[in-house]
């Protein structure tokens, strides 16, 4: 399973940090669920489950479930807790911004380029 450490976070919020980013998969959550099943009714236990290799925040991210409903389910009362260290809005952000920055280095580039070629195309008078 890969299971580096386990923590309660609090009475219903269980958090594992596995060894490696592809172990940070539902089928962990399930085999994860799976060893608590004879501990009582997982029903209101979650899953937060994070790599212990991450080098990116998209690696660093949290994947949570409830070890009976699907993703992004609760039981009723049960409330979202966030786990994540930066507000996935935040990482959507950087990330359009880091687009925004590659598309505007490639038209730079682009615009180098064109004036490098109409330079040497044109016949110096």
């Known amino acids: 399973m890969g299971v580096r450490s386990v923590v309660w976070i609090d009475h219903e ?22 060893q608590l099943e004879p501990l ?11 790599s212990g ?14 070890c009976q409903l ?3 389910d609760r039981t009723m009362l049960q409330r979202a807790r966030v786990v994540d260290a930066i507000d996935p809005a935040i990482r959507a952000q950087h ?10 280095q490639a038209r730079r580039k682009e615009a180098e380029e064109s004036a490098r070629v109409l330079e040497a195309s044109t016949p110096v008078m």
């Open 13 to 34: 919020n269980l958090l594992a940090i596995v060894t490696r980013n592809e172990q940070r998969s539902q089928a962990t959550i399930d085999a994860i669920c799976m």
């Open 40 to 50: 009582g009714d997982t029903l209101g236990v979650v899953v937060n489950l994070q």
């Open 53 to 66: 290799a991450a080098r990116t925040g998209d690696e660093l991210e949290v994947l949570s479930r409830n």
């Open 70 to 72: 699907a993703p992004g």
């Open 95 to 104: 990330r359009a911004n880091d687009a925004w920055a590659q598309a505007q």
